[in-house]
């Protein structure tokens, strides 16, 4: 098979997987939950937090973090129960044994959720307007449009290196649990990273949503400084997010064939 024939084979996989993964979205109630409900909880909370702090003027931050925290969960969830649901329908082993990488066919499922709890950040902007009036103008709709399909991306090789690592595990949901607050706490989606103590800072440049919730809101005019430093480092972390997936899965695929198959993890 040329190098062309394996990039057309790989695609196919991708589209297959993605299709497959939005079809089981749509009857998981987990899902509707997290993607649809939560991210108006949130920005209730937190634009009512603020607005009866007397800082009205952090409504639209609290707007744009309350949907990025619904991107997150959505793809935190959904990456360990892919993982989780695989195992237990015994199908996981076998896909290991497929041609296709199973990389590619999580990297199809990662996609499909990340671009699904695109919604999200819609939901929010919707209940923000309709509960707080607050605003819907956008200082930079390219900027934003832009910073949201970067941070579609890094979320999705995110969710690829922790649906990779939960393969060596079968607590997988009990780790999203886990994993759920201190990420999107980290990520300055609920208050500022600049409250919490110095030490953290570089697990929050570490992370995508701190990120992606910096280039959204100096898009949508929260702040006056440059795009171009959040749209660079939301590259920066697909890549290594990437990378740290590559190289995960072919130490778990070196391990399953060595062992003969995953009834250790």
């Known amino acids: 098979m040329t190098h062309l024939q394996s ?3 790989s695609i196919r996989v991708i589209q297959n997987s993605y299709k497959m993964q939005m079809a089981e979205n749509v009857t998981r109630n987990t899902f509707q939950f997290t993607l649809a409900l939560q991210p108006v909880l949130f920005t209730l909370l937190s634009v009512g937090i603020y607005r009866f702090a007397g800082k009205p003027d952090l409504s639209l931050y609290g707007i744009i973090g309350s949907g990025l925290i619904g991107m997150w969960n959505a793809n935190l969830w ?6 989780q649901g695989e195992r237990w329908s015994g199908t996981l082993e076998l896909l290991l044994a497929t041609p296709s990488s199973l990389m590619v066919v999580l ?9 699904a709890s695109l ?3 819609f939901i929010t902007f919707l209940t923000g307007a309709l509960v707080f009036r607050v605003p819907l103008a956008i200082e930079d709709p390219l ?21 990779t690592l939960f393969v060596l595990t079968r607590a997988a949901g009990n780790m999203t649990q886990v994993l759920n607050y201190p990420i999107f706490i980290l990520s300055g989606l609920t208050f500022p990273i600049t409250t919490l103590p110095l030490w953290t800072r570089p697990l929050s ?4 949503p701190s990120w992606g919730s910096q280039a959204l809101g100096q898009a949508a005019g929260l702040s006056d400084e440059a795009l171009m430093p959040a749209f ?3 590259i920066v972390l697909a890549l290594i997010y990437f990378l740290i997936g590559l190289v995960a899965y072919r130490r778990i695929e070196r391990i399953a064939r060595a062992k003969g198959g995953l009834q250790e993890f």
């Open 232 to 234: 660079l480092w939301l």
């Open 7 to 9: 990039l057309a084979a």
């Open 119 to 121: 919604g999200a950040i």
């Open 107 to 115: 990297f199809g499922k990662s996609l499909s959720n990340a671009s």
């Open 78 to 83: 959904t990456s360990g129960f892919i993982v």
């Open 143 to 163: 900027g934003f449009f832009v910073g949201l399909i970067l941070t579609l991306l890094a979320l999705t090789t995110l969710g690829l290196v922790l649906g």
């Open 205 to 208: 440049w570490a992370l995508a």
